[in-house]
């Protein structure tokens, strides 16, 4: 059951005892917290009838006194317990688990990993109630994710537009949201968000990004690549080495699995690039201009530069700069 399935049912009034909500990805399980939290009981009954708990703070004993509490001028109660995987004692929850209140809505967030499947406290918790595990989003399903969320907001963005906040924010979806939020509030009455938009409120460069350089190499222009780098070394915040040369490697580790790849058509690899198919056809001239010698070579020179930018078999004291330009010399070269 996704998210949207559980509050699409709650806002039905069809309730499970329990909700267990685990995973690595913070953002479903935040959304599906605050909607328990603050739209479930109408605020007159909330006063009454919500308990809100705190793994790192709850004794197991008192979450379990407020589950089992009727529900006070009401129907139902709703029990919250948050960030359950720092709580003690987590598995002596497991006998109320299994013998659940029907007046109750016990919602759990277990942040972080997920329960192991072959436990009775997992198995028990799929017999009376709902588990929930939210997934980090596959980085290939990246855009297609902005761009649904923006288009859910009424606003429009364009495919570079979402595809610099893709390449710079990562799959981080809770900050992701927090961007796209700060950017519909400070753009006024309008519904397209641009390049410049991203450039003034979120802080990243249109020009001079790792998404810029990543063009850059991809077609060899030295001039750009330096002026580029250049600004990063002015600006260091806008472009950490230790944060470029990862997303350098994630692109050229795209363009070797072309070449191993059966169908080498922009629609056999454009999964590899957010399903665009622009993104594709550039990476697949990318890798012409490269050949495989040049990919595998430019895969090499990335590792070797990255530990010498934490110091290992570093010749000397090099700013990040020098150490960036001097890389994209020699994978160019």
């Given at each position: 059951?996704?998210?949207?399935k559980?509050i699409?049912d709650?806002?039905?009034k069809?309730y ?14 935040d959304v599906?917290?605050n ?7 109408p605020e007159?009954?909330?006063g009454?009838n ?5 793994g790192?703070d709850a ?6 006194n407020?589950?089992?509490r009727y ?5 139902k109660?709703?029990v919250l ?5 720092q ?11 299994e ?13 972080e990993k997920?329960l ?11 017999k009376?109630?709902?588990v ?12 297609e ?5 923006v288009k859910s907001q ?6 570079k537009?979402?595809?610099l ?9 809770s900050?992701?949201?927090n961007?796209i ?13 641009t390049?410049?938009?991203i450039?003034k409120?979120?802080?990243?460069s249109?020009?001079?990004?790792a998404?810029e350089?990543q ?5 060899k222009?030295?001039v750009k690549?330096?002026?580029i ?13 230790q ?11 795209k363009?070797?699995?072309i070449?191993?790849?059966v169908?080498?058509?922009e629609?056999?690899?454009k999964?590899l690039f957010y ?7 550039d ?8 050949s495989?010698?040049?990919?595998e070579?430019a895969?090499l020179l ?11 078999n ?7 700069g020098s150490?960036?330009?001097?890389l ?6």
């Open positions: 059951m996704s998210a949207e559980i699409g709650w806002k039905k069809l499970k005892p329990i909700y267990w909500l685990e995973g690595e990805e913070d953002y479903y399980i599906v917290m909607y328990a939290e603050h739209k479930i009981l007159s009954e909330a009454f919500l308990s809100v708990f705190y790192k004794n197991w004993s008192e979450v379990v407020a589950c089992m529900p006070m001028f009401a129907e109660q709703v317990l948050k960030e359950a995987q709580m003690k004692d987590l598995d002596k929850l497991e006998n109320y688990i013998h659940p209140l029907a007046s109750t809505i016990f919602v759990v967030s277990h942040k997920t192991d499947k072959r436990k009775s406290l997992y198995k028990n918790l799929k009376t109630g709902e929930f595990t939210s997934e980090k989003i596959r980085e290939y399903k990246l855009v994710w902005l761009t649904d969320y009424d606003f429009t963005m364009s495919a537009a979402i595809a906040l893709a390449e710079n924010l990562g799959n981080d979806l900050r992701i949201v961007e939020d700060k950017l519909t509030l400070n753009i006024g009455n309008r519904k397209s968000i390049e410049d938009d450039e409120y979120v802080g990243i249109k020009e001079y990004n998404f350089l063009d850059a190499l991809s077609k222009d030295l690549a330096i002026k780098i250049q600004y990063f070394e002015a600006n260091p915040k806008a472009g950490p080495i944060l470029v040369l990862p997303a350098l490697y994630n692109y050229f580790s363009l070797y699995a070449f191993g790849s169908d080498k058509s629609n056999g690899v999964h399903n665009n198919t622009f993104a594709a056809k990476a697949i001239t990318a890798a012409k201009k490269y495989y010698e040049g990919v070579r895969l990335l590792h070797e530069y990255n530990l010498r930018s934490v110091g290992v570093s010749t000397g004291a090099t700013s990040d150490l960036m330009k001097e994209v010399v020699k994978i160019m070269g």
